[in-house]
């Protein structure tokens, strides 16, 4: 029997974050991590934004394993053979305090997890802990599947991930909605490094985020291409309820990615290195748990703190800044010895005044635009007929008017004016 003040399942941002915060604030940690070291069964999809670790580690950007800094970010929008692209680059991000960067999963959460380490958490790594501990309703522990492996402590931080099998133990999960997820595949696809340099316009330690919509058929969900130093990432999140209606296969649906006219330039003469798949928790404010119980806190992906709304695209800062809001909530539990839901309630609260809760709560309606018909289904083919349209030149026919454009190609794809204008002000309200 081995006990501490803090037990944080999970040894990912979220987690080391916890623990990093506990430590600090002087409790005894143990952070349990079920692979062999932090984020060894992670894949990544995206880039990380670091503004949130300034407070956790001062000048981070100068020690972070930081692969490239993101200068060059894109929005396409594709059909089948048409693509649509908003390009937009800057030196500034490529300078201190910088933006965005990509990182392989594995290096950046060893060495956040290192943190909390330095700061006096005990991290036990190849242990799964197999449940919770319980008294008269409180969660006083864990197990695991070491011989003799109970752990017990005042709080448990889960941060064990999308499918939280502590919170749904714990009776804070609702009914789960499958609709409510997507499956993340991705290929690491390795090139040299003045290739990806030369074919994605970058020099030195810049790089570029390419965000897609419209490529993935009739699954809904969006694609993404990054650059790290020498691979380059291609992926897809697909909507999980409508894999399994169809009959196509995730693999199927990247391969044609890879094809298109406007991606396979970037992917050409690449050696595939991996292939990983990962469910996500894609509907935000609306499919959180109850992040607070008994002896129990819930953060990161284990609470669906994942914003995917389109023109945001966020994981690991929202599982950083509420890990370290777990952690230093569950520190002060402790220091007044109420570890029940009402001693634990500060971690809400201090969700609430930041940018976790505020950005989920304001854009609690965006994934479900981002997946709707009309981002996925009638924008790409609309707004590149229109295109099209536009840039060609028929002469001897006089150039037609924009708005007879716009109206040619909603009428020929099927989109409804009344249609269009209530989701636009939908996307007003929440995007505006």
């Known amino acids: 029997m081995t006990t501490a003040d803090v037990i944080v399942v999970g040894a990912g941002p979220a987690g080391s974050a916890a623990a990093l915060t506990a430590a600090r604030a002087g409790k005894r940690v143990v952070l349990v991590e079920r692979g062999p070291f932090p984020g060894s069964k992670n894949m990544y999809g995206g880039v990380i934004y670091g503004r949130v670790l300034d407070d956790l580690v001062p000048e981070w950007y100068r020690e972070a394993p930081i692969q490239r800094w993101v200068t060059r970010r894109q929005t396409m929008i594709m059909t089948g053979t048409q693509a649509l692209t908003v390009d937009y680059r800057t030196e500034a991000w490529g300078e201190e305090p910088y933006n965005g960067a990509t990182a392989y999963r594995p290096d950046f959460d060893s060495w956040l997890a290192d943190k909390a380490v330095d700061a006096g958490a005990e991290l036990v790594c190849s242990t799964t802990v197999t449940g919770l501990l319980s008294e008269g309703g409180q969660v006083v522990g864990v197990r695991t599947d070491r011989p003799d492996g109970e752990l017990t402590a005042p709080v448990v931080i889960a941060a064990d991930g999308v499918n939280s099998f502590l919170a749904k133990e714990a009776g804070l999960y609702g009914e789960v909605d499958a609709a409510n997820y997507t499956l993340g595949v991705k290929e690491t696809i390795a090139l040299p490094r003045e290739v990806i340099d030369e074919r994605f316009g970058v020099r030195g330690d810049h790089g570029v985020d390419i965000e897609i919509i419209g490529c993935t058929g009739d699954v809904p969900g969006g694609g993404f291409v990054y650059t790290n130093r020498d691979t380059i990432a291609v992926g897809l999140v697909l909507s999980l309820p409508s894999l399994a209606k169809g009959d196509v296969r995730p693999e199927k649906i990247l391969a044609d990615l890879k094809a298109h006219p406007a991606v396979a330039p ?36 284990a609470a669906a703190m994942c914003l995917a709304a389109g023109i945001w695209l966020e994981g690991v800062n929202f599982a950083i800044g509420s890990g370290a809001a777990a952690g230093r909530a569950a520190a002060k539990a402790v220091d007044q010895g109420d570890a029940s839901a009402t001693g634990l309630s500060g971690y809400r609260s201090r969700l609430e005044s930041s940018f976790v809760m505020q950005d989920h709560r304001r854009l609690r309606e965006a994934p479900h635009l981002v997946m709707g018909d009309l981002a996925q289904k009638y924008l790409p083919a609309v707004a590149c007929g229109v295109v099209e ?26 989109l409804r004016i009344r249609d269009a204008a209530r989701d636009g002000w939908r996307a007003l309200r929440t995007f505006g």
């Open 389 to 414: 349209q536009v840039f060609q030149v028929d002469n001897p026919n006089p150039k037609p008017r924009l708005r007879k454009i716009v109206r040619s190609e909603m009428r020929r794809n099927g």
């Open 266 to 301: 970037l992917v050409e003469g690449g050696e595939v290195k991996e292939y990983s798949a990962h469910v996500i928790p894609e509907a935000g404010y609306d499919m959180m748990p109850e992040i607070v119980g008994n002896g129990i806190l819930v953060t990161g992906d």
